[in-house]
């Protein structure tokens, strides 16, 4: 067996194979459909467990691993364990400074609207430990910085250029979470965190930038708590105590605010 299609006949086709038959997998419209074909995938959440498990995985395979799996998964039970173990690594690398262009990549790919999955303190993390190198940082010659480079070389580190991108990069991010999950029951509780963190950092390069996402997040965060008094002031429980709102109900408010949104 030496080639896809015989791998795909055979049913042995996995993650690994992709991996390493890349350059001839048939791709349409961002969809891998020789894969996706599978009728499950747990081999494949096995083998994304296994490498990011491991702390000497080649972060190249990691991305490519969780990006293909963050596209053609489907099954709920299977999402859960994906979504779990991405986060898992994220929450487990997130002091660690070497590894922050990976998981800024993580992050962007499992960041989505049909399932809310927060990591906006995991970049908060992260823009402290750059902010901190930012500060010691003496290299100035001018370079172009990707985030498709993984690794973080201590050169880069030292170069004050390199620091300023990738704290440039972290509230770009921060900033679309707060705009994706804006309609969100939860978001003023999300923003009370983050604007306090923020606040602390306006001394820096960045003070207008932040300044400015201090206040939009400020000025949702007011109004989805306003739009939550009228939907509780209309429904009480017994003896005319109100309610905490039912799954069902936070659901038909965020879809009433989305949709109040896009009216104005």
């Known amino acids: 067996m030496n080639n896809i299609d015989d791998l795909k006949d055979n049913g042995l086709l996995n993650l690994t194979h992709l991996y390493e038959y890349v350059d001839v997998i048939d791709i349409l419209e961002g969809k891998i459909y020789k894969f996706a074909q599978k009728d499950n995938f747990a081999e494949d959440l096995k083998i994304l467990r296994e490498i990011l498990e491991r702390d000497d995985s080649e972060k190249l395979r990691i991305v490519f691993y ?3 799996l963050a596209k053609i998964l489907k099954k709920p039970n299977e999402l859960k364990l994906f979504y779990a ?5 994220i929450d487990r690398k997130s002091s660690n400074i070497k590894e922050s262009i990976l998981l800024i990549n993580l992050i962007k790919i499992i960041t989505n609207r049909k399932y809310f999955i927060s990591t906006v303190f995991n970049l908060m993390q ?3 430990l750059y902010l901190k190198n930012l500060a010691t940082a003496k290299e100035t010659v001018k370079k172009q910085y990707y985030l498709d480079d993984l690794k973080v070389s201590n050169d880069s580190l030292k170069n004050i250029h390199f620091n300023s991108f990738v704290i440039n990069e972290i509230l ?3 900033q679309n979470q707060m705009n994706l999950y804006s309609t969100n029951i ?3 509780e999300i ?6 963190e923020l606040r602390k950092m306006k001394g820096s390069e960045f003070k207008e930038v932040i300044a400015q996402y201090i206040k939009e997040f400020t000025d949702n965060a007011e109004f989805i708590e306003e739009k939550r008094k009228e939907w509780l002031s209309s429904k009480t429980g017994e003896n005319g ?3 905490e709102f039912s799954y069902d109900e936070a659901m038909r408010f965020e879809k009433n ?3 109040e949104k896009e009216l104005n």
Do not use: C, S
């Open 257 to 259: 605010i989305k949709m």
């Open 241 to 243: 105590k109100k309610r």
């Open 186 to 188: 939860g978001y003023p």
């Open 66 to 68: 969780t990006k293909i």
């Open 172 to 174: 770009v991010e921060i």
């Open 191 to 196: 923003a009370f965190i983050v604007t306090k």
């Open 126 to 128: 992260i823009l402290h």
């Open 85 to 89: 173990m991405v986060i898992e690594f």
